[in-house]
């Protein structure tokens, strides 16, 4: 691994880290905002180290056009104004309660995993990731301690999306071919 990569890496954990303890501490304001500003360093380090997510369907669909990696990063931050507080709110006291002890143990644990998986190019999903992360944190303190139901719709909503994002790639597809 460079050192370029290591530094971004880095940052972003950092970044991560002190979202996730803004979090712990009910401040959701001060989340967004990190979540705003990790949001644009990932868009931007990930996409130059060829990282997870948005990164990797950009390179695929956009063999490196500089426009369209630059709409992925709009679309990402887009995404964290319209719906991160709501995400926020669920990955950071819905799912089970954290402390900031906790919070820590889960950022450090989904950034090693994602900071891993890029380092050998494996394409996964930084918020799957950090998802699992604070499952594991709600269980080391037992089943009783998670919010089942949520948990629930979290893993239904995964489960829908893969469909329905094909469903909508193969409508778009058929859109655009009919017209260009």
């Not at 990164?55 to 991160?84: D, Q, S």
């Amino acid at each position: 691994m460079s050192a370029a990569f290591l530094l971004d890496a880095g940052l972003c954990l950092l970044i991560l880290a002190a979202a996730l303890l803004a979090m712990t501490g009910r401040d959701l304001f001060g989340a967004i905002a990190f979540f705003i500003v990790y949001g644009i360093m990932i868009a931007l380090a990930w996409v130059r180290l060829g990282a997870p997510d948005v990164a990797l369907a950009e390179a695929a669909i956009g063999a490196g056009l500089t426009g369209i990696l630059l709409l992925g990063a709009v679309g990402i931050v887009l995404g964290l104004v319209t719906f991160g507080r709501r995400v926020i709110a669920t990955v950071g006291t819905q799912i089970t309660d954290l402390t900031p002890s906790r919070g820590f143990a889960a950022t450090l644990a989904a950034a090693g995993v994602v900071v891993i998986a890029s380092g050998t190019g494996l394409p996964i999903s930084t918020t799957h990731t950090l998802v699992g992360a604070v499952l594991g944190v709600g269980l080391a303190r037992g089943i009783a301690a998670l919010n089942l139901t949520v948990i629930r719709n979290i893993f239904m909503s995964w489960i829908i999306t893969l469909p329905a994002g094909a469903f909508l790639s193969i409508l778009f597809f058929w859109c655009l071919t009919a017209i260009l």
